[in-house]
């Protein structure tokens, strides 16, 4: 039996809607794994006043920023601790409704993340392990406790709804996730750790995953999570020189530029200190991230992307 074929433009209109149809994890194409060396990670978040203040991020001139210093990944924050949130997510909207204001319309990592695939580079979204400590209406509907506490088992479940909904909404844009705070993982049944691997991982199984227990020498390379696979990496004073990871987990130390996390003032590492870490993570092919502050609208301290971009010029000793 031989069917009619469409005329040219309702063909067009056919593929369009089934296109549209399709989930993001569909669409997107495979985001890289980051390249072992340097990578950037920034602590965006407006406070609860100013979630207007998300419309003025420049998406674009914050990704060329990133290429022009030659990063090979990026650590986004989704949120941290205050209740609010730089993306939409569905679950949370259903789990917890009236916590919905503090979410901006706009979908800052879903742009920021198409940027990034554009230019090569990989997104990895940071996120608590646990339900914002400043938020107690948040966390009393998510059903947590303290951080300092176990997590009870209704939280989990919660909250990994909550990763899922974001994993799958960023697909193959996501190369990865960044696990806060996670200090007390008692009582985590195996199958609690399932549903929050398994949510990690919705919409790419190849992510990184990394779980913090603390900064120092004796947190920074801990495996806090049975998915687990590259480690937190929080040092504020990183050693001399860096070596192969003391674990399974791929090496990663991160570090801010600056006095402290997100603080707009000088660069407190020589440009030979940076190079140094960055060849020698990537010998050990592992990642070495900076965290850069950034203003409101993504702009980048010009001072620090001057001196990135001569640590990472090609051809340096």
């Not at 950037?40 to 003025?56: F, T, W």
């Not at 919905?100 to 990895?124: H, K, M, V, W, Y």
Request: net charge positive.
């Amino acid at each position: 039996m031989t069917t009619k074929r469409l005329p040219s433009v309702a063909r067009l209109l056919a593929a369009l809607l089934l296109l549209t149809a399709l989930p993001l994890a569909v669409l997107a194409q495979p985001a890289p794994l980051p390249v072992p060396g340097f990578g950037v990670m920034v602590h965006y978040l407006p406070d609860k006043q100013s979630i207007g203040e998300i419309r003025r991020f420049d998406v674009e001139s914050f990704a060329a920023s990133l290429a022009e210093m030659r990063a090979s990944h990026l650590i986004l924050t989704l949120g941290q601790n205050s209740g609010q949130y730089i993306a939409p997510n569905a679950a949370l909207e259903v789990l917890c409704p009236s916590s919905a204001a503090n979410r901006p319309p706009r979908d800052l990592p879903l742009e920021i993340g198409r940027a990034l695939r554009s230019r090569g580079i990989a997104l990895i979204l940071y996120l608590p392990f646990r339900a914002p400590q400043a938020d107690p209406a948040l966390m009393e509907c998510l059903g947590d406790v303290s951080e300092q506490e176990p997590p009870p088992a209704r939280f989990v479940a919660a909250w990994s709804s909550v990763i899922r909904d974001w994993s799958e909404r960023y697909g193959a844009l996501a190369s990865g996730w960044w696990f806060d705070g996670t200090y007390n993982t008692k009582g985590i049944t195996p199958a609690g750790w399932e549903m929050l691997c398994s949510a990690a991982r919705a919409g790419a199984a190849s992510r990184l995953l990394a779980f913090n227990a603390g900064e120092g020498a004796e947190r920074f390379s801990a495996k806090s999570a049975p998915c687990q696979n590259l480690m937190a990496g929080e040092y504020m004073q990183p050693p001399a020189h860096l070596t192969a990871s003391p674990s399974e987990l791929t090496l990663h130390v991160l570090t801010p530029l600056s006095a402290s996390w997100g603080r707009e003032a000088p660069a407190r590492f020589t440009a030979a200190q940076l190079r140094g870490w960055i060849a020698e993570a990537a010998a050990a092919r592992g990642l070495f991230t900076l965290d850069m502050p950034i203003d409101a609208a993504g702009r980048f301290l010009p001072a620090h992307v001057t001196l990135m971009k001569s640590v990472t010029a090609r051809g340096k000793p």
